[in-house]
């Protein structure tokens, strides 16, 4: 199994960036799949899901800004991130998991830094 994000950078307060998850070696579209972050001194947490069938959720720290979607014929999970924020830098994580699987499978990670 291989998650594969892209798309992390250093991008100003209020900016923008599209983040990409590539996954192989699972079955793509009856995973849910899901995006992390953690900054640094804290915990993992849940930023945006998407079930197999579409449907999203978002922690409220980034809903109205964060957008996750899927592309089901590219393997492929995104998050569209508007209106940045410096609270928002963390490193961001893709996770693909089957229905009543536990942790799920984890990318490497890709780093956001928003700053001025």
């Known amino acids: 199994v291989q998650l594969v994000e892209s798309g992390g950078g250093l991008v100003q307060p209020g900016g923008s960036l599209r983040l990409s998850c590539a996954a192989s070696?699972?079955?793509?579209?009856?995973?849910?799949m899901g995006w992390y972050r953690q900054a640094p001194g804290k915990q993992r947490e849940l930023v945006a899901v998407?079930?197999?069938?579409?449907?999203?959720s978002y922690d409220d720290a980034v809903k109205g800004r964060f957008t996750i979607s899927r592309d089901n014929a590219k393997n492929t999970v995104y998050l569209q991130m508007n209106s940045l924020k410096p609270e928002d830098t963390a490193v961001y994580y893709c996770?693909?998991?089957?229905?009543?699987?536990?942790?799920?499978?984890w990318g490497q990670g890709t780093q956001v830094t928003v700053s001025s």
């Open positions: 996770n693909a998991r089957y229905s009543g699987q536990g942790n799920g499978y």
């Open positions: 998407i079930t197999s069938g579409g449907s999203a």
């Open positions: 070696g699972i079955i793509f579209n009856i995973c849910t």
